[in-house]
């Protein structure tokens, strides 16, 4: 058995769970999620929790189980606490604001980058070098914080770039001079 597949999903107060064969809908007081899964997972509700279980002991049935349950699991706290990713951009002279919805970011190129928030996305800006993106899909908002990083990666040098907060950039030496004559 999955040791993630076998936990049960527990479901808190306020957050109402539609299940329809391999369609859930899970509603909270952040937003709504729909996700269609695999027709071979039987997912069931009972009481205030939800139990995913599988067929057979194939191997598509065992990885499929897991990944069911884990990606409801993310769908429930979606939509009661939501999530968010944190970058911060390192640079002289590197920087960004927010102007209504779009981010606009100074990254040593000639021209600025900016990236607009979308109906499931929110940007935010607290300080000149950082930017926060929150949502209620997991996928969508380290898709985006992925897509923002893409802008300006981290170099091995300098460390310029914009990164993670808690990503850990190797360091590498320069260039080795030659000796003095």
Known sequence: MS?????PVTVPA???VKIDGPVVTVKGPKGTLTKEFNHLMKISQEGTEIIVS???DENLSKSLHGLTRTLIHNMVVGVTEGFKKE???NGVGFRCEKQGKKVVMNLGFSHKVEVSDT???KLEVPAPNKIVVTGIDKQKVGQMASEIRGKRPPEPYKGKGIKYV???IRRKEGKAGKGKK
């Open 3 to 7: 040791r993630i597949g076998r936990m």
């Open 14 to 16: 306020g957050v109402d």
């Open 54 to 56: 599988r067929p057979d």
């Open 87 to 89: 970058l911060e951009i």
């Open 119 to 121: 109906d499931d996305i």
């Open 166 to 168: 808690d990503e850990v």
